[in-house]
């Protein structure tokens, strides 16, 4: 999981990248303007010095609209220095103010009378203040007061006054300074000599709008102080969504440059689980009825799985409709499923003492892939009408009797003449959850004469270096007349595919051309009519070496009968001996 965890983390980080470069495309930055003298056509009054100076004059702008300037043309004297100043403005929350200057100026080379003493450009200032303290003395007439902005030429100047009284020639020009920091502050231009027109004089500053983005609604935020600030400006996610798992304890935020332009975007929200993106992730809208969505994330709402639901809006999950489940292992989004219909074409073949069972597939599987079948044995009356009963452990099923996967099984160790009644149940991994009782089929079947029972044990009878003789009893079940046993045996040390067989009519047999010294591995079975019984468990016995004598119970014999006299005439003593201590007594 954890490398799904990685690839979702990279996906997110993707999607915070395009998210910002969609952003920056769609949104601009606002202006809030603080002064603005386009097409004033009423008296302005600013303050100038000296008073023949700068002017305050009426011209025609080019749609022919009469329109409110400032012009100053002292340049037949040297050592001009004249100043205009503005109003108070209030800088309203400002940091960083910019000014648009439209002016035009006359060209010096047009003038040759004056042309040492003629400029062609002017000085901006400003004057910080916490309230309008503007007199015809204060702030002072000179630059100690006051900050410098820039010295600003003309782009562009004109030659000859157009007679008609119209501007000609015109520059616009945009200077910004900053930071701010008292409630307000004046504007002043300072002319050193040049004939020109001030035209027009905007002041504003920057914001950065109010935007709903990527879940996160961001509110309207001031342009910092320099142009290269960043201000921080935290987000809240909309209704319905929440900060994505990458964000981190940071949050989401954006950052309002000095141009007023959203920009370097840290953490994201998303829409909630059961809730899905409208409107180009402006918000987060519920999931119709029927559909779901699981988690939280940019990913559409999705139509409920096959046999199930969402009865309300906003649903995290589909409930399961009736007779249907998911089971432990199943995701939240899977499709619910059902317990699967009964085995089919049920038959059986009776070999030996056993019966093969085998069937088809159910015809509906639930809608599942897993199916498992379970078997119960019943044994049942043959001519009465009582109840039929569980088989006994005796019973073995192969390869199990719960959980198969194969459709087929072998029971054996049946008895001979009995009734089975066999159930073969199909189940899934919903059927626990089912309260259904699981789908079977049924069949009968009826046991004839078996095979024998395996037979208990084997006893050696006799030994010699390339022969052994074995007895054995019959099986505890011959169930019927036994024909003849089959004895298999090899060497220990050889693999069992090497086996060889031996048949016998009575239950000993004698194995000729064994190597000496060698360890053997015998096992045997009884035949009657019906067939075979099954083998017997193994039985290891060894030849004798080379040199040794030929061993028999026989010969064993005297020495057991001796032992047990001597052992029995000691106790007949000792008893003699405790009955006379006691009649003494």
Known sequence: MDSNADISARRVSGMDWLWMVCFFHLVTSLEEILLDTTGETSEIGWTSHPPDGWEEVSVRDDKERQIRTFQVCNMDEPGQNNWLRTHFIERRGAHRVHVRLHFSVRDCASMRTVASTCKETFTLYYHQSNVDI???????????????????????????????????????????????????????????????????????????????????????????????????????????????????????????????????????????????SVDNEQACQACPIGFFKASVGDDPCLLCPAHSHAPLPGSIECVCQNHYYRSASDNSDAPCTGIPSAPRDLSYEIVGSSVLLTWRLPKDLGGRKDVFFNVICKECPTRSAGTCMRCGDNVQFEPR???????????????????????????????????????????????????????????????????????????????????DYQLRYFDKAEDEDNSFTLTSETNMATILNLSPGKIYVFQVRARTAVGYGPYSGKMYFQTLMGGEHSETAQDRLPLIVGSALGGLAFLVIAAIAILAIIFKR
């Open 134 to 276: 503007a007199s015809q003395e204060l702030p002072e007439w000179h630059e100690g007061p006051w900050t410098k902005v820039d010295t600003i030429a003309a782009d562009e100047s004109f030659s000859q006054v157009d007679r008609t009284g119209k501007v000609v020639r015109m520059n616009v020009k945009v200077r910004s300074f900053g930071p701010l920091t008292k409630h307000g502050f004046y504007l002043a231009f300072q002319d050193s000599g040049a004939c020109m027109s001030l035209v027009a004089v905007q002041v504003f500053f920057y914001k950065c709008p109010a935007v709903v983005k990527g879940f996160a609604s961001f509110p309207e935020t001031f342009a910092g102080g320099e142009k290269t600030s960043l201000v921080e400006s935290p987000g809240t996610c909309v209704a319905n969504a929440e900060e994505a798992s990458t964000t981190g304890s940071s949050g989401v935020r954006l950052h309002c440059n000095g141009e007023g332009e959203w920009m370097v975007a840290t953490g994201r929200c998303s829409c909630k689980a059961g809730y899905q």
């Open 401 to 483: 009797q719960v959980g198969l996967t194969e459709s087929r099984v072998q029971v054996s160790n049946l008895l001979a003449r009995v009734q089975y009644t066999f159930e073969i149940q199909a189940v899934n991994l919903v059927t626990e959850l089912s309260s259904e009782a699981p789908q079977y089929a049924t069949i009968n079947v009826s046991t004839s004469q078996s095979v024998p029972s395996s037979i208990p044990m084997i006893h050696q009878v006799s030994r010699a270096t390339s022969s052994i003789t074995l007895s054995w009893p019959q099986p505890d079940q011959p169930n019927g007349v036994i024909l």
